[in-house]
């Protein structure tokens, strides 16, 4: 059985100090992964959307099930 622990030093509380987010980066590390170039109708870059606080996370993303549009799970 492995266990990971880290030591993230900060000013304040837990709350100014964003330990919950940097606790979420090392257990969950962000996956990068890079495809082959093909055509497609996106062009050379394309985002898929854009949060303007640090208070949010995004969790999943997902095309729905019928119709074109994009289902997002957030956790604030």
Same mark, same amino acid.
Do not use: C
């Given at each position: 059985?492995?266990? $990971?622990? @880290?030591?993230?030093?900060?000013? #304040? /509380?837990?709350?100014? #100090?964003? =330990?919950?987010?940097?606790? &979420?980066? *090392?257990?969950?590390?962000?996956? %990068?992964?890079?495809?082959?170039?093909? !055509?497609?109708?996106? @062009? +050379?870059?394309? =985002?898929? *959307? +854009?949060?303007? =606080?640090?208070? $949010? !996370? $995004? +969790? &999943? %993303?997902?095309?729905?099930?019928? @119709? /074109?549009? *994009?289902? =997002? @799970?957030?956790?604030?």
């Amino acid at each position: 059985m492995n266990f $990971v622990y @880290g030591i993230y030093g900060h000013e #304040g /509380d837990w709350r100014k #100090g964003k =330990s919950d987010w940097q606790s &979420a980066r *090392l257990g969950q590390p962000l996956l %990068v992964f890079r495809t082959a170039p093909h !055509a497609g109708k996106l @062009g +050379r870059s394309f =985002s898929l *959307l +854009r949060l303007n =606080s640090d208070d $949010v !996370a $995004v +969790r &999943a %993303v997902k095309l729905a099930e019928s @119709g /074109d549009q *994009l289902l =997002s @799970g957030f956790r604030s």
